[in-house]
């Protein structure tokens, strides 16, 4: 499998995993369980602003942020309008890329300040898989207040593309 087949089919899945644990996040009483809805927008914001800082460092740019997390936790629906669009632009870029591009090593500076280097493909990989650990996360904030999490694996993404396909 080329490396541009896979990264468009890991970010196609993320957007996917996104949209079914917003739903899910949305469905939330704020006023019964206003911790627990605090706590799992404060790790998706996580996720975002790592996505913005690896769109600014893709394009060699400055990300301007200065921590993994902003100080503000944004509401939850602002927050679902801009991991959307991130995640628009994750597929867009990638579909982009000729497959020569994947290697390209690319410096960037990390939040701390020290410089790091990582090829493209690296990049696009991490973000890709970054968001998977802390969806977790998320999803068990979720289950301890009764709300079953989706059944957001690659394989369940698979068979549910094979079967729309069919």
């Known amino acids: 499998m080329h490396t541009k087949k896979l990264l468009s089919t ?15 996040a949305a469905s939330v009483a704020p006023d019964q369980h206003a911790r627990e809805l ?4 404060r790790i998706l914001n996580h996720i975002y602003v790592v996505d913005q800082i690896f769109v600014a460092n893709l394009q060699g740019q400055q990300h301007g942020f200065t ?12 927050l679902q309008q801009g991991v ?16 020569t591009r994947f290697a390209d090593d ?3 500076t990390f939040v701390d300040g020290t410089l790091g280097c990582m090829s493209r493909g690296e990049m696009l990989l991490h973000v890709a898989t970054h968001g998977n650990y802390h969806r977790g996360a998320v999803g068990r904030i979720l289950f301890q207040i009764g709300k079953q999490p989706p059944k957001d694996t690659l ?7 094979t079967d729309t396909q069919s």
């Open 67 to 78: 921590a993994l997390n902003t100080k503000e936790t944004p509401a939850l629906v602002d």
């Open 38 to 41: 605090h706590d799992a927008i």
């Open 10 to 24: 890991l970010f196609e899945y993320k957007a996917w995993a996104n949209a079914d644990l917003y739903q899910l």
């Open 84 to 99: 959307q669009k991130v995640d628009q632009w994750y597929m867009d870029y990638v579909a982009a890329q000729q497959e």
């Open 106 to 108: 690319i410096r960037f």
């Open 155 to 161: 394989t369940v993404f698979l068979s549910r593309q």
